[in-house]
């Protein structure tokens, strides 16, 4: 490998080279207010920006070590997402007064950051969704 510069800064052809993803997904100037939950501020980018800007463009790696299994993952995610939306109700928990509990934007930090555990209320959209996962239960366990 050859020797390179970024930024004035050198770097030899033989060193490893560990992207920070948590600061390229926390980058107010390309993600304004990223913390909050604002999917639509995908659908805002033209195709420019979306081509620069789209997590899928770094979370899964880069060049020759990119992750072999990206496509999969994608794909069972998206079926496994819209399954649970399509069949699920998912709300704020609820305390015993009957309001809705926000849940604390807390981390787990490491190598692979992760939501802490909070509460929240999932339940089935109608009696219908209920059987058919017991039919697919049954047909698993077979």
Request: with cysteine.
């Amino acid at each position: 490998m050859q020797d390179d510069e970024y930024r004035g800064y050198r770097i030899p052809g033989d060193t490893m080279v560990i992207p920070n993803i948590w600061a390229m997904s926390q980058d107010v100037t390309f993600y304004p207010k990223p913390q909050q939950f604002r999917p639509e501020r995908f659908a805002e980018m033209d195709s420019q920006t979306s081509a620069s800007r789209d997590p899928r463009q770094f979370v899964f790696g880069f060049g020759r070590r990119i992750c072999p299994g990206r496509l999969f993952a994608e794909e069972g995610m998206w079926i496994a997402f819209a399954s649970i939306i399509a069949t699920m109700e998912i709300t704020k928990a609820r305390d015993v007064h009957g309001n809705d509990i926000t849940p604390p934007l807390a981390f787990q930090a490491g190598f692979a950051s992760r939501a802490l555990p909070f509460r929240c209320f999932i339940h089935p959209r109608s009696s219908a969704i209920v059987d058919i996962v017991r039919q697919m239960n049954a047909y698993a366990a077979a």
